[in-house]
């Protein structure tokens, strides 16, 4: 009889370098995931451009790949983004235009076991 394993994660939090395209997780896993992304920008007075992609870790990066892109957040704003799903070998890259953009990223992983 099969069952499935669910374990809840914190898969990441970073706040990269401005400009810099960042690696803020890499699913190991032997299941898939189903995660959510929270996007603050730290700043008191600039707006803050943000991206995020996800993309399998052996394929080059490229356009299709994000799920936000230069998305402004207000002064001390924040967005979420809910229930995405991820695969084995997928990595979250993460962007702030001016460095104030601070990423967390949560979920939990399903693990079908025999």
Do not use: C
Not at 4 to 15: K, M, R, S, T, V
Not at 35 to 53: H, I, P
Request: a negative charge; aromatic letters at 14%.
């Amino acid at each position: 009889m099969a069952w499935q394993e669910i374990q809840p994660h914190l898969y990441g939090g970073i706040q990269p370098l401005s400009g810099q395209l960042t690696v803020a997780s890499f699913i190991a896993a032997r299941g898939n995931t189903l995660a959510s992304a929270f996007v603050a920008n730290s700043s008191n007075t600039e707006w803050e451009k943000v991206r995020l992609a996800i993309k399998p870790y052996y394929e080059p990066m490229d356009d299709r790949f994000y799920i936000l892109y230069d998305t402004p957040v207000a002064p001390q704003g924040m967005l979420q983004l809910a229930y995405f799903g991820l695969g084995v070998d997928d990595e979250i890259l993460v962007y702030g235009e001016n460095g104030y953009a601070v990423f967390n990223v949560t979920g939990t992983t399903i693990i079908n076991r025999a």
